[in-house]
Nanobody, 130 residues
Framework: QVQLVESGGGLVQTGASLRLSCAASGRAFGRYAMAWFRQAPGKEREFVAAIRWTGGSTYYADSVKGRFTISRDNVKNTVYLEMNSLKPEDTAVYYC???????????????????????WGQGTQVTVSS
């Protein structure tokens, strides 16, 4: 099992940047695919970004492509989400998620699905003011 704790959220203005962190405890962090999802008030949780257990491939929602970057540090057991050029529509609670996919080579669409992930953090609030 793995436990996930997000941090780094806050209140920023349009155009600002934030870096979210997700610290994982438990064994074999490097064997998990990691992802970020977000949920705005009154909306369903949606995919933001994911990174394979190998770290070799990343995936992004069209709405954040070119502005957000996901990365991982397997020594620190942490996954990051660097968010630039933030917009009011990025306002949401951001959740970190993990899927044990060691040795697997799934198609990209696998990582976009909420049901793929077995472990979730409690979330961190990001608010972007206009």
């Amino acid at each position: 099992q793995v436990q996930l704790v997000e941090s780094g959220g806050g209140l920023v203005q349009t155009g600002a940047s934030l870096r979210l962190s997700c610290a994982a405890s438990g064994r074999a962090f490097g064997r998990y695919a990691m992802a970020w999802f977000r949920q705005a008030p009154g909306k369903e949780r949606e995919f933001v970004a994911a990174i394979r257990w190998t770290g070799g491939s990343t995936y992004y929602a069209d709405s954040v492509k070119g502005r957000f970057t996901i990365s991982r540090d397997n020594v620190k057991n942490t996954v990051y989400l660097e968010m630039n050029s933030l917009k009011p529509e990025d306002t949401a609670v951001y959740y970190c998620a993990a899927d044990f996919s060691y040795g697997q080579s799934y198609s990209g669409t696998y990582y976009y699905r909420i049901g793929t992930y077995d472990y979730w953090g409690q979330g961190t609030q990001v608010t972007v003011s206009s």
